[in-house]
C-alpha cells in the first residue's frame, strides 16, 4: 500500500476504534491490531495517540464536508444549493455511525461557542461555503443584500446547534421537525412583504 492509502486505512480503523472505546479508553495497540499493523510500524504515520485522534477526527470532518459539497456543487441554482446544503449537512451524520459514536464521546470536537476551536481551519472552510452561496444568490438576485461574512457565521451557528441536538444530545424526532421549519424560516424570512 502507498502511504496515502494507508493513512485512510489507519483513520478508517481508528475512527471505528475511537467510536467504540472513546479516546481514554483506545490503546494505539487497538488500532494497529485491527488493520493488522504492529505499534511501531503505525508510528511510521502518527507521532502518537493524541496525534492519531486529531488526524482521525479532521479527516473524518473532511469527508463530511466533501459530501456536502459534492451535493451543493451538482446545483446550480443559488437557493437549491443553500436548501441541499441545510439538509446534507445535518442527515450526513445519521448514515456516518462511527463519527457520530465519536461525536457523541467527545462533544469538543464540534463545541457550540469555542473559545478555541479544535478544527477551525476545517470548520472556517464550511462557512465559507455558505459565504459563497450567499454571495451567489446575492449576485443573481434572489437573496437579499445582507453581511455574508456574519449571516454566514449566523448560519453555521444554527447548524452546529442542529447538530448537538439531534446527534449528540440525541434529540431527533423533534430536531427533525423544527430543522425543516428554521429552513424555511430562513430561506423565506418571517414578515410577509408589503406592496406599498
Same mark, same amino acid.
Given at each position: 500500500?502507498?502511504?496515502?492509502?494507508?493513512?485512510?486505512?489507519?483513520?478508517?480503523?481508528?475512527?471505528?476504534?475511537?467510536?467504540?472505546?472513546?479516546?481514554?479508553?483506545?490503546?494505539?495497540?487497538?488500532?494497529?491490531?485491527?488493520?493488522?499493523?504492529?505499534?511501531?510500524?503505525?508510528?511510521?504515520?502518527?507521532?502518537?495517540?493524541?496525534?492519531?485522534?486529531?488526524?482521525?477526527?479532521?479527516w473524518?470532518?473532511q469527508?463530511?464536508?466533501?459530501?456536502?459539497?459534492?451535493?451543493?456543487?451538482?446545483?446550480?441554482?443559488?437557493r &437549491?444549493?443553500?436548501?441541499? @446544503?441545510?439538509?446534507?449537512?445535518? =442527515?450526513?451524520?445519521?448514515?456516518? +455511525?462511527? $463519527? /457520530?459514536? #465519536?461525536?457523541?464521546?467527545?462533544?469538543?470536537?464540534?463545541?457550540?461557542?469555542p473559545?478555541?476551536?479544535?478544527?477551525?481551519?476545517?470548520? &472556517?472552510?464550511?462557512?465559507? @461555503?455558505?459565504?459563497?452561496?450567499? =454571495?451567489?444568490?446575492?449576485?443573481? +438576485?434572489? $437573496? /437579499?443584500? #445582507?453581511?455574508?461574512?456574519?449571516?454566514?457565521?449566523?448560519?453555521?451557528?444554527?447548524?452546529?446547534?442542529?447538530?448537538?441536538?439531534?446527534?449528540?444530545?440525541?434529540?431527533?424526532?423533534f430536531?427533525?421537525?423544527?430543522?425543516?421549519?428554521?429552513?424555511?424560516?430562513?430561506?423565506?424570512?418571517?414578515?410577509?412583504e408589503?406592496?406599498?
Amino acid at each position: 500500500m502507498r502511504k496515502k492509502e494507508n493513512i485512510e486505512t489507519i483513520y478508517t480503523a481508528a475512527l471505528k476504534t475511537f467510536a467504540r472505546f472513546g479516546y481514554q479508553k483506545t490503546t494505539v495497540e487497538d488500532i494497529a491490531k485491527t488493520i493488522n499493523m504492529t505499534k511501531g510500524n503505525l508510528y511510521l504515520y502518527v507521532k502518537n495517540k493524541k496525534d492519531l485522534y486529531r488526524g482521525t477526527v479532521a479527516w473524518a470532518l473532511q469527508n463530511w464536508q466533501f459530501r456536502v459539497a459534492a451535493a451543493v456543487d451538482r446545483e446550480t441554482d443559488a437557493r &437549491r444549493r443553500f436548501e441541499v @446544503m441545510c439538509f446534507k449537512a445535518v =442527515e450526513y451524520l445519521s448514515s456516518d +455511525k462511527y $463519527f /457520530r459514536q #465519536v461525536l457523541i464521546h467527545d462533544p469538543d470536537i464540534f463545541p457550540m461557542f469555542p473559545q478555541k476551536d479544535p478544527f477551525e481551519e476545517i470548520n &472556517r472552510n464550511s462557512v465559507m @461555503m455558505i459565504k459563497n452561496i450567499l =454571495e451567489q444568490g446575492i449576485k443573481e +438576485k434572489v $437573496f /437579499r443584500k #445582507v453581511d455574508v461574512g456574519r449571516v454566514s457565521e449566523i448560519i453555521f451557528l444554527i447548524y452546529k446547534m442542529f447538530i448537538i441536538r439531534t446527534y449528540i444530545k440525541n434529540e431527533t424526532d423533534f430536531m427533525q421537525q423544527v430543522f425543516a421549519e428554521t429552513v424555511e424560516l430562513v430561506t423565506h424570512g418571517l414578515f410577509i412583504e408589503s406592496s406599498t
